[in-house]
């Protein structure tokens, strides 16, 4: 049977994990994830989904902090007989040197439609930029940063309202599916080389990314919420709010400059004006506090129409 070793970490690759630990026959002989983190308020020593599975199922768990210089790790990748490393979400880029080690190839499992939005983030940088439709795709890995030949795609529709984390556990769950096809029919694929000249990126996400300026339209800002969820902010009576969910309704006129509150929603949310057309807010996070109704927060704060959200 084909010996796997798989190279993963965060909840998205979970699923993958899975499927190959359940096929009759695929044999997972070891996990490489990164090292455990420190997190939360006692500042404690967490382990990474994927580590936390492969303990749970009695698979060596392999940490380097930088694989490329870690000679016990390179070692045994180097000696494991592997036929096939699989990547998936890793966080760590992967020398030719290693990618040369196992005995059939090195497959990822990339979310996005390659060449589109290669990278770190293409899950959050499709939504923000307002695509309806994205997907995943297999490919052999080569040294370049997902530049390697695709093997198989498949296509998921966005839906408008949808968040990073909610498309995230979907195209975690059909990936895997398409991971596991990519293997069992592996030897009668062709791989197809990616065009350069189709390429986008999708760039770690900075701080700045979650900043919002009003002077962008309703529907950008949507997007913005919904890709860097629950972590887009703004400025209201000089403290830093956070913006969880938003609607776009239907545009109407008004004489309000960007950020104004146009209209209070009971029920719904803070109607705020854009550059182009006007969000409403619905859900909204103050500093110390969890996550309340726009409406709630409105009247809690006592806020008023011609009040202004300001670029944090």
């Avoid at 704060?301 to 300001?310: K, N, Y």
């Amino acid at each position: 049977m084909p010996k796997v070793v798989f190279f993963g970490t965060p909840e998205f690759a979970v699923p993958s994990l899975q499927q190959l630990l359940a096929h009759p026959n695929l044999v997972v002989s070891a996990v490489v994830t990164q090292p455990d983190k420190r997190r939360g308020r006692g500042s404690q020593l967490i382990p990474s989904p994927v580590k936390q599975l492969a303990e749970q199922q009695k698979i060596p768990v392999w940490q380097p902090a930088r694989i490329k210089k870690h000679p016990e790790t390179l070692d045994y990748l180097s000696n494991c007989g592997a036929d096939f490393f699989v990547v998936v979400a890793y966080g760590q880029i992967l020398s030719q040197s290693i990618l040369d080690m196992p005995r059939t190839g090195c497959i990822n499992l990339h979310g996005s439609l390659l060449p589109k939005y290669r990278g770190a983030a293409p899950i959050q940088w499709c939504i923000y930029h307002g695509e309806t439709v994205t997907g995943n795709t297999t490919m052999l890995m080569d040294a370049g940063m997902d530049t390697g030949a695709m093997l198989l795609k498949q296509e998921l529709t966005i839906a408008p309202d949808e968040t990073a984390p909610q498309l995230a556990s979907r195209l975690a769950t059909a990936g895997a599916d398409l991971l596991v096809t990519t293997l069992e029919q592996f030897s009668t694929i062709t791989p197809i080389p990616q065009d350069p000249a189709l390429a986008t990126y999708a760039p770690l996400i900075t701080k700045a990314d979650y900043e919002l300026n009003w002077s962008r339209a309703a529907i950008a800002l949507h997007n913005q919420i919904r890709a860097f969820f629950p972590n887009c902010v703004t400025s209201l009576r000089g403290q830093a709010v956070k913006i969880i969910s938003t609607k776009v309704p239907e545009p109407t006129a008004s004489a309000a400059e960007p950020g104004q509150i146009i209209q209070i929603l009971k029920n719904q949310g803070i109607l705020i004006q854009t550059s182009g057309g006007q969000l409403l807010v619905t859900h909204m996070q103050l500093p110390g506090k969890p996550i309340q109704s726009a409406a709630d927060i409105a009247n809690g704060l006592r806020l008023q129409p011609g009040d202004t959200f300001s670029n944090s």
